[in-house]
């Protein structure tokens, strides 16, 4: 596979997604083709799972049944986008991959790492991102930033703080462990900052 795999990822209210277009923009005017997508979802029936699970219900959902549903959705989004893409020569780039499901599912939810791990083994197949883009930043400011969004909340974005410092804490810890393809960013920073971080180790890539 030639094409090159990045995700971003964050806790609720990182801005994820007005640094997702100035990446595209900027890795394709260094001239690559760039495929964008998203976790969960990315596919037909992986946009359905997304729906099951960011839409909030009464009855709640069990912690292994979300786990289970994101990795169906990935294993669909592997066959039908990325592994194509980057034997095309593609470069993806996706809002979220498996270091989300980690820090959700494992950090958040409490689910045994090996357990998710052993699921990662098998669905992933020794796909992995190049680079991952970590855009953290405290808690309180993210969910500062959900509430001004001035839209219905998801299923997690109702969640409460400290479920959200789980979830921060394992990013962290992520990327303390694999910093060669997790770079921090600190998210926090004026919009001009934070695309400068963002450059700085998409050029180490290239």
Request: aromatic share 6%.
């Amino acid at each position: 596979m030639n094409g090159k795999f990045i995700s971003i990822e964050g806790i609720e209210g990182a801005g994820k997604s007005t640094q997702m277009r100035f990446i595209q923009s900027f890795l394709e005017h260094q001239g690559k083709t760039v495929v964008v997508t998203r976790e969960p979802g990315g596919t037909v029936l992986g946009e359905q799972i997304r729906e099951l699970l960011l839409t909030p219900r009464d009855e709640g959902m069990s912690h292994d049944a979300e786990l289970l549903l994101m990795f169906a959705a990935r294993a669909e989004h592997l066959e039908q986008v990325i592994k194509p893409a980057l034997s095309r020569g593609d470069w993806v780039l996706s809002d979220r991959f498996v270091d989300a499901t980690f820090a959700y599912q494992g950090g958040g939810r409490g689910i045994d790492i090996k357990r998710i791990e052993s699921i990662s083994d098998w669905t992933l197949q020794a796909i992995h991102t190049d680079l991952t883009l970590l855009f953290d930043l405290p808690v309180a400011v993210g969910q500062e930033r959900v509430i001004k969004r001035s839209q219905d909340k998801d299923r997690f974005e109702q969640e409460k703080g400290v479920f959200f410092e789980k979830i921060r804490q394992c990013y962290l810890q992520r990327a303390d462990h694999e910093p060669d393809r997790i770079k921090k960013i600190d998210a926090g920073q004026t919009i001009e900052n934070i695309q400068h971080q963002v450059t700085t180790a998409l050029m180490a890539l290239l």
